[in-house]
């Protein structure tokens, strides 16, 4: 089933913690986009529980005049360590649903 979630994890709107959580990323996400970003904004996720939670994330951004789709997976380990950014997949769209990503 590539692409698709596995479980049942439903899109969800984002909640405090993943946008302070994507926001922590930002140096992380820029160095992974080679651009400076100046607005970063998480619009929706999924989350699956593992050994911590994996958060499959629709994030919008702006560098320069363009605003850019991108989806990220970030993983947040259990017992409070930092959450780390993954992997992000580029040219995406709005309308694009938000999968799994490995």
């Known amino acids: 089933m590539a692409g698709k979630m596995h479980g049942s994890i439903s ?19 820029e160095e992974e986009l080679k651009r400076k970003v100046e607005f970063l904004h998480a619009l929706l996720h999924r989350a699956q529980v593992v050994a911590g939670i994996n958060y499959f994330v629709k994030v919008v951004y702006v560098a320069g005049n363009a605003a850019e789709c991108i989806h990220i997976l970030v993983i947040k380990p259990m017992f409070g360590q ?10 995406k769209k709005l309308s694009d649903e938000i999968t799994y990503i490995v």
């Open 11 to 29: 899109t969800s709107p984002v909640t405090d913690e993943v946008q302070e959580i994507v926001q922590s990323l930002k140096d992380r996400i």
């Open 82 to 91: 930092k959450p780390s950014l993954v992997k992000i997949e580029t040219n």
